[in-house]
């Protein structure tokens, strides 16, 4: 059975002092649910303050990007090692963003894949399509092949802590959410292609995130599917309410 696992990206939104009353508030809402895994990503100067004030709760803290090298001349750059010690559990790797802003290829999230594994970080890998691949019918090649080359460099025995979100970029911030039919045929493709990489009981235990537009009133919907097994929550993440409806209506039937 894979517990639920439902994370916030704060992405680029608010200051040290506005996140750690986002996740005191957030810490209260949710210290009583049981059965959903829940992190929050707020940016790395938010991740000491929080994760101090998360201490000895059920809400788990995650970095939003992690560079390969463990060290070095790499200005603004941010280890791995460094993440954990500040109290991330996880890391977001490969966000579209990401791919899209900053140059992100398939390339750089297997090194950074690697280097969180290494570090003792596990990792949500992103993945998706853009509207005009959904609208080519390529869609489904198109999520493979950045999930083939995002886990270039994991060996089988250890996917099995591997999350991977699959999150289509047109449903990114537009409102605009994939149908729960829609999510989960491409999660089934996904799950198939995990199978085939590594083995069926590894695959069976990898949880795939949807993400794109989820909200409290989309959520138990996209959940209910048999391969959508949490999300990744952007901006309904950014307000403690909204993000714990998202968590409660995520919790197993
Ligand atoms: P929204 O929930 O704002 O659509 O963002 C999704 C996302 O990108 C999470 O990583």
Same mark, same amino acid.
């Not at 001349?73 to 280890?79: D, I, P």
């Given at each position: 059975m894979r517990v639920p696992f439902v994370a916030g990206n704060w992405k680029l939104n608010k200051t040290p002092t506005e996140a750690v009353e986002l996740a005191l508030e957030l810490r209260r809402l949710v210290s009583s649910v049981r059965g959903v895994e829940i992190a929050i990503a707020p940016t790395a100067v938010c991740i000491v303050p929080v994760a101090k004030k998360l201490e000895e709760s059920n809400v788990k803290v995650a970095a939003q990007n992690v560079f390969w090298e463990s060290g070095g001349? @790499?200005?603004?750059? !941010?280890?791995a090692a460094m993440l954990k010690d500040a109290g991330a559990e @996880?890391? #977001?790797i490969g966000h579209s963003e990401r791919r899209t802003y900053f140059g992100e290829t398939d390339e750089t999230v297997a090194k950074r894949v690697r280097a969180a594994l290494d570090a003792d970080l596990k990792v949500i890998v992103c993945? +998706?399509?853009t509207l005009p691949q959904r609208d080519s019918g390529k869609f489904l090649d198109v999520v493979g092949s950045q !999930? #083939? +080359?995002g886990l270039a460099k994991v060996a089988a025995d250890e996917a099995a802590e591997l999350v991977i979100a699959y999150e289509p970029v047109w449903a990114i911030g537009t409102g605009r959410t994939a149908s729960p039919e829609q999510a989960q045929e491409v999660h089934a @493709? #996904? &799950?198939g292609k995990l199978?085939? &990489?590594? /083995?069926?009981?590894?695959?069976a235990a990898i949880r795939i995130q949807y993400g794109g537009s989820v909200k409290g009133s989309n959520?138990?919907?996209l959940m209910s599917q048999p391969d959508i /097994? +949490?999300?990744l929550v952007g901006g309904a993440s950014l307000e403690a309410n909204s993000f714990a409806d998202i968590i409660r209506a995520s919790r197993p039937q």
């Open positions: 001349a @790499y200005t603004g750059e !941010l280890s @996880y890391v #977001i993945i +998706g399509e !999930l #083939i +080359g @493709y #996904i &799950r199978v085939e &990489r590594f /083995d069926a009981q590894t695959a959520a138990a919907e /097994d +949490g999300a």
